[in-house]
């Protein structure tokens, strides 16, 4: 069985402060996203990488950046939070045949 | 410009009912389908992937037409644990996500005893 995780469920950040969400995949996936879902907008891409130490920017990369510094890790970053970007964030891979997998999710409140 | 496209509801139907719905897609060089269900306050799961020559999986029929793009899911005998939101999701799109998968904003359906 395929899993995702992913840090946190749930985050309260304040405005300003970096915060970092963390994915793990432990299918040896070379593909991994980042999306985050907004009710009425459904999800949207924020970043995506099909290799370690490679990133590819999404829809909507702005006020986000990513690192993958080994295979199973994706991670992301908001530099500087802003309220806007409260979300859940959902992290994935991607195995065989275009599948998803998706991890729990991190619901992130920014005050 | 919707590169894919569903009803959001909500589908409110009595249990043991058939219910089916529908998403379209804008470009017609797709090239993989797919229906995932996500529960309230879940990640999205696959459902099921739908092949051209539509396949089913229990109660749970998928369905492609390429003349009119569009894929169908169908529900028979429906349960109460069948109440969630069901996303399309196509690959292939030009133009659309970014690394070509696009998934629709999802159907809600509400299963009532």
């Known amino acids: 069985d395929v899993k995702v995780t992913q840090s946190s469920r749930y985050l309260v950040k304040r405005t300003g402060e970096k915060v970092f969400l963390e994915c793990v995949q432990d299918m040896d996936h070379e593909n991994m996203f980042w999306y985050r879902q907004d009710p009425g907008l459904g999800l949207r891409l924020i970043y995506f990488?099909?290799?370690?130490?490679?990133?590819e920017k999404g829809d909507i990369p702005e006020g986000y950046s990513v690192s993958r510094e080994k295979k199973e890790r994706f991670s992301l970053i908001l530099e500087s939070a802003s309220t806007n970007q409260t979300s859940m964030y959902l992290c994935?891979?991607?195995?065989?045949?275009?599948?998803?997998?998706f991890g729990p999710g991190t619901r992130l409140t920014v005050l | 410009r919707k590169e894919v496209e569903q009803d959001p509801g909500p589908f409110n139907v009595p249990e043991g009912a058939t219910v089916a719905f529908n998403c379209t897609y804008s470009?017609?060089?797709?090239?993989?389908f797919f229906w995932y269900r996500q529960d309230c306050r879940k990640e999205p799961k696959l459902l099921m992937s739908v092949y051209s020559s539509g396949n089913e999986d229990g109660r749970f029929t998928a369905q492609l037409n390429r003349a009119s793009q569009y894929i169908s899911l169908l529900i028979r005998d429906s349960k109460l644990s069948d109440s969630a939101t069901y996303l399309c999701v196509v690959n292939g799109q030009a133009g659309g996500g970014a690394d070509g998968l696009t998934f629709g904003k999802g159907t809600h359906l509400i299963i009532q005893p």
């Open positions: 994935a891979s991607r195995g065989r045949l275009d599948t998803q997998y």
């Open positions: 990488s099909y290799d370690v130490k490679m990133k």
């Open positions: 470009n017609s060089a797709s090239q993989s």
